[in-house]
């Protein structure tokens, strides 16, 4: 187990290398630059210079990486542009924001999504799997961003039921948190239970035409005793693996849907960087995201022997 944490570990450094030359190297194509638009209209070449000079961008591109991948090996993403805050705990708060949508969208999805993409296979071609078919690909269909001004028109403004903007920590008001994150929580599960129900289906239809589940039949095993020892697990690894990538992607920021909510999470972060030029920051979120991923997917990986048996992590 030991050395294949570590070969996934170093595996991930290449990577993490390339991700971060293209992310420093494709934000500066962005079309204008920071130091105009802090300084406005009235500017001149004194002032242009002078303010190039202080940010570090007169440099070379290669020096600029150079200095700011030293600086992320010493913990260091840099300052912030326009605030001057650092961004290495700027990053982390506006996360740990996107962590608390995520991970109860994804947990409720699955729980939700999991049993009932299964219970459709199991029940294949009965007006009950054609119902979930039909629902999940809806679902699928339906943009995020579009399923989440839908719940803001019905719930928030014409019933008054939900508030409409803003956030509200649930660490320091539970109640009033919890009706913030409903609407948004709401618009990601719905999302995703589409995708989810289709690969949990998929998956256990495959396991279910296998010869040991006949076999398992034929020695007289009762309908559940066979779904639960023999299928349902060994369904489940492929929707694992897309259940990390699901986790991954939202976790690296769910810019519509905080968007739409005006949630400060790191979507939004990676969103008002974009618009403000502020290359630290940015480069920073994406550089974090990349990370996530390479994390989540080796948890997912790690994870795969308590689905599978026959799967070794060596």
């Known amino acids: ?6 070969s996934r570990l170093i595996s991930a450094i290449p990577t993490l290398f390339l991700v971060s030359l293209a992310v420093f190297t494709l934000i500066r194509l962005i079309p204008g630059d920071p130091v105009s638009l802090m300084l406005g209209d009235n500017i001149d070449d004194t002032a242009y210079e002078a303010m190039s000079h202080q940010l570090g961008l007169d440099r070379p591109i290669p020096v600029q990486f150079l200095l700011w991948l030293q600086g992320v090996f010493q913990g260091d993403l840099g300052r912030s542009i326009t605030t001057g805050q650092p961004v290495l705990p700027l990053v982390l708060q506006r996360f740990a924001i996107t962590a608390q949508l995520v991970l109860v969208a994804v947990g409720l999805a699955t729980l939700l999504a999991v049993p009932l993409g299964m219970l459709a296979a199991w029940r294949q071609n009965s007006a009950f799997d054609l119902g979930v078919v039909v629902g999940a690909t809806a679902l699928m269909s339906i943009p995020t961003f579009w399923m989440g001004l839908m719940l803001l028109l019905f719930f928030g403004l014409q019933l008054g039921w ?10 320091e008001d539970f109640g009033a948190g919890a009706l913030y994150l409903i609407m948004p929580v709401a618009a990601l599960v719905l999302h995703e239970c589409g995708i989810l129900v289709r690969m949990a289906r998929a998956s ?3 396991v279910l035409r296998l010869d040991y589940v006949t076999h398992a039949r034929a020695k007289g095993l009762t309908e559940g005793q066979v779904l639960r020892r ?3 697990r060994n369904a489940f690894g492929p929707t694992w693996t897309l259940l990390g990538l699901i986790l991954g992607n939202l976790l690296g920021g769910v810019a519509v849907v905080e968007t739409v909510f005006t949630i400060p999470g790191l979507g939004r972060l990676i969103v008002e960087s974009i618009y403000g030029r502020d290359y630290p920051v940015l480069q920073g979120c994406l550089l974090f995201v990349a990370v996530t991923y390479v994390v989540v997917n080796l948890i997912v990986d790690l994870c795969y022997p308590l689905f599978d048996p026959r799967v070794k992590t060596t």
């Open 204 to 206: 256990t239809l495959d």
């Open 1 to 6: 187990m030991t050395r294949f944490v570590l």
């Open 162 to 171: 939900l508030p409409v903007l803003g956030y509200v920590s649930p660490f």
């Open 230 to 232: 023999h299928v349902f």
